[in-house]
C-alpha cells in the first residue's frame, strides 16, 4: 500500500516542482537579462556622451591651438592643431588616455613627442558603430561637418600670419580678429548647437530604453516572486505528503532502519499508522522479531544436536579406540597358537591342513595391520592437539627411519629436497609423510627403479605446497578423488598389501592442518601427491 501510494502522489509532485522549477529558472533569467538591459542602455547613454564629448572636445582643442599659434608663432601649437585633425579623421591613432585631459597637460610634459603617425578609427566611424539611431547620427555628422568647416578659415588665419611682408603686425592682429569676431563664434555655435541637440536625443532614447527596461525587470520581478512563492508553497505541500507516505520524519525513518539493521525489532516509540513507511516498518520489525525468535530456538536446537553428535561421535570413537585396542591380544593369540600348530604338526597332516593354517596366519595378520590402521585413523580424528612449528625435514627424516627395512628392500631411490617450517604436529606430519613414501615405495614399478622425491614451493606469504612424486605404475585420472576414500584400493588385494586406509588418514591430517591435498597421475607415468600447509614463520 506504501508502494502503491507514493507512486499516485510523488511523481505528479516531482513534475509539478520540476516544471515550476525551471519556470523559476527562466522567470529568473529573463529577469536578470532584463536588469542588464537597463545597464546597457546607460552603457549606451555614456559610450554617446563620450563620442559627443570628443567631438566637443577637438573642436575646442582646435580653436584654442590655432589661437595660441596666431599669438605667439610657436610651431608646436600648429603641430597640435594638425595631430587633432589627423587623429579625428583617423590618420593616426588616438593616445593613451585621450578621452581624458590631454592636451592640456601633453604640451606641458617636457618627454611629450607627437602622436604616432598610422591607421586609427576616424571618429564618424566611431560614431557609425555606437549603433547611434540615424537622426542622433545625422546631429553629429552635421557637427563633423560644421567643425571641418571651420578649419579652413582657421588655416586661412595661420597662413595670414606665416606670409612674409612688412605689414607683419596688421596681418597677426587681423588673423587674431578672423578667430575672435562674430563670424567665427557663429561657426563654433553651428559646431555645439548639433551636439547639444545630441545630447537631448540621446538622454530622450536612454530614458526611453531605460524606463521599458524597467516596465519589463517589473514584470519578471513580479513573475520571479510569485513563482517563488508557488515554489515554496509546493515544497511545503510536498513536504507535507512525504511525511504523511513516511509517517514521520526523514530522521524517524533513517533511525528506525539503523534500529532494524541493528538487530533492534522492538516498537517505534512513535506508533505510525495507516500504510505509511513507518508503519510498513513497524510491520516487517514484528515479522524479523518473530523470525529472530524461531531462529534462535532452531540454534538452541541445533546447538544441542550438534552437543549430542559430538558425544555421539566421541563415544563412537572411544568404542573404535578400545575396540580396535582390544581386538588386538586375541589376534595376536589366534596367530601365536596358528602359528605353535604350524611349527609342531607342519608335515603330520595333509598338505591341506598346512595351507589352512598359512591362511590363518596372513589374515590374521592383515586383520591386525586393519585394527592397527583404523586405530591410528581413530587417533588422528580424535585428538586434538594445537599446531605448532615443525620442521618438515626432521618429520621426513623420522618417517624414513620408520620405512628403513622397506626402503632397504626395494632399492628405491628417495631424493628430499629443502623443507621449511610448517604448522602442524609432529606425529601426525611423521605418518603423513610414511604414508605418501610408502605408498611410492608399494606401488612401484616392477620395470624400473623406484625414485621418489619430496619437496615443497611457497605459492603464497603465508603458504607452502608440497609434492612426493614417484614414478610408479601412476593412478588412471578417473579414480584421482577415489583412492582418498577409505578402504578403496585400485589394486586386487592378492597383489599388494595394505589396508585402504593411508591415503584417508593422509587427507583426515592434511585437512586438519588447514590445507588441501591432491593427485596429479596417468598410469605407467608415476604419480605426484600435492599438498598444502600453512608457513610456520608467519605465525
Not at 606665416?162 to 587681423?174: H, L, N, T, W, Y
Not at 524517524?252 to 510498513?280: E, N, W
Not at 609434492?467 to 588385494?493: C, M, S, T, W
Request: proline share 4%.
Amino acid at each position: 500500500m506504501v508502494r502503491n501510494l507514493g507512486e499516485r502522489r510523488l511523481p505528479r509532485g516531482v513534475w509539478l516542482t520540476g516544471g515550476l522549477f525551471v519556470a523559476f529558472v527562466i522567470s529568473f533569467s529573463l529577469y536578470v537579462f532584463s536588469e542588464k538591459q537597463i545597464d546597457h542602455a546607460n552603457e549606451q547613454r555614456y559610450l554617446s556622451y563620450k563620442l559627443a564629448d570628443q567631438l566637443r572636445q577637438s573642436s575646442d582643442d582646435l580653436t584654442r591651438m590655432v589661437r595660441t599659434y596666431v599669438v605667439t608663432g610657436e610651431p608646436i601649437y600648429k603641430q597640435s592643431y594638425l595631430d587633432i585633425l589627423d587623429i579625428r579623421d583617423g590618420l593616426r591613432p588616438q593616445p593613451e588616455n585621450y578621452d581624458r585631459i590631454y592636451w592640456d597637460l601633453a604640451l606641458l610634459d617636457p618627454h611629450f613627442r607627437r602622436p604616432d603617425l598610422g591607421p586609427g578609427i576616424p571618429l564618424l566611424e566611431q560614431m557609425r558603430r555606437a549603433g547611434f539611431t540615424a537622426e542622433e547620427f545625422r546631429t553629429l555628422a552635421e557637427a563633423k561637418a560644421s567643425s571641418d568647416e571651420l578649419t579652413n578659415r582657421e588655416f586661412e588665419a595661420m597662413a595670414l600670419v606665416e606670409s612674409a611682408g612688412p605689414d607683419r603686425a596688421d596681418r597677426r592682429m587681423r588673423a587674431v580678429l578672423m578667430l575672435h569676431d562674430d563670424v567665427y563664434h557663429r561657426a563654433k555655435r553651428a559646431i555645439m548647437t548639433p551636439i547639444n541637440a545630441f545630447y537631448d536625443l540621446v538622454e530622450t532614447r536612454t530614458l526611453a530604453t531605460v524606463h521599458q527596461a524597467e516596465t519589463i525587470a517589473l514584470v519578471f520581478r513580479l513573475t520571479f516572486i510569485a513563482l517563488t512563492v508557488a515554489v515554496g508553497a509546493l515544497i511545503w505541500q510536498t513536504a507535507a505528503e512525504s511525511r504523511a507516505i513516511l509517517g514521520g520524519t526523514v530522521q524517524d525513518v533513517h533511525a528506525r532502519i539503523t534500529r532494524i539493521g541493528q538487530g533492534d525489532f522492538s516498537p517505534s516509540p512513535s506508533s505510525a499508522k495507516g500504510d505509511s513507511v513507518l508503519a510498513g516498518l513497524d510491520q516487517m520489525a514484528a515479522k524479523l522479531a518473530t523470525l529472530e525468535a524461531e531462529r534462535i530456538l532452531a540454534t538452541a536446537e541445533l546447538r544441542d544436536m550438534n552437543e549430542a553428535l559430538l558425544r555421539s561421535n566421541s563415544d563412537l570413537e572411544q568404542f573404535a579406540y578400545v575396540a580396535s585396542h582390544d581386538l588386538q591380544t586375541p589376534l595376536r593369540n589366534i596367530v601365536s597358537y596358528t602359528q605353535l600348530l604350524e611349527r609342531r604338526y607342519k608335515g603330520q597332516m595333509d598338505a591341506d591342513a598346512d595351507d589352512f593354517m598359512g591362511f590363518i596366519v596372513e589374515n590374521t595378520k592383515k586383520m591386525t595391520q586393519l585394527i592397527s590402521d583404523l586405530l591410528e585413523y581413530s587417533r588422528a580424528s580424535g585428538q586434538a592437539e594445537p599446531l605448532e612449528p615443525v620442521p618438515a625435514d626432521v618429520a621426513v627424516a623420522q618417517a624414513l627411519n620408520n620405512l628403513k627395512q622397506d626402503v632397504a628392500s626395494s632399492g628405491a631411490d628417495i631424493r628430499i629436497g629443502d623443507l621449511p617450517r610448517v604448522m602442524a604436529v609432529q606425529s601426525h606430519l611423521v605418518s603423513l609423510f610414511q604414508n605418501l613414501l610408502e605408498n611410492g615405495i608399494k606401488y612401484r614399478s616392477p620395470d624400473r627403479r623406484a625414485r621418489i622425491s619430496v619437496t615443497a614451493e611457497r605459492i603464497a606469504p603465508d603458504q607452502w605446497r608440497f609434492a612426493v612424486a614417484d614414478n610408479g605404475i601412476g593412478i588412471d585420472p578417473q579414480y584421482h578423488a577415489k583412492v582418498f576414500e577409505i578402504f578403496q584400493r585400485l589394486n586386487p588385494a592378492s597383489e599388494t598389501t595394505g589396508t585402504g586406509i593411508g591415503l584417508t588418514l593422509c587427507r583426515r591430517i592434511v585437512h586438519r592442518f588447514g590445507g588441501t591435498i591432491w593427485v596429479d597421475s596417468e598410469l605407467d607415468k608415476g604419480a605426484t601427491f600435492f599438498f598444502t600447509l600453512r608457513d610456520a614463520e608467519g605465525e
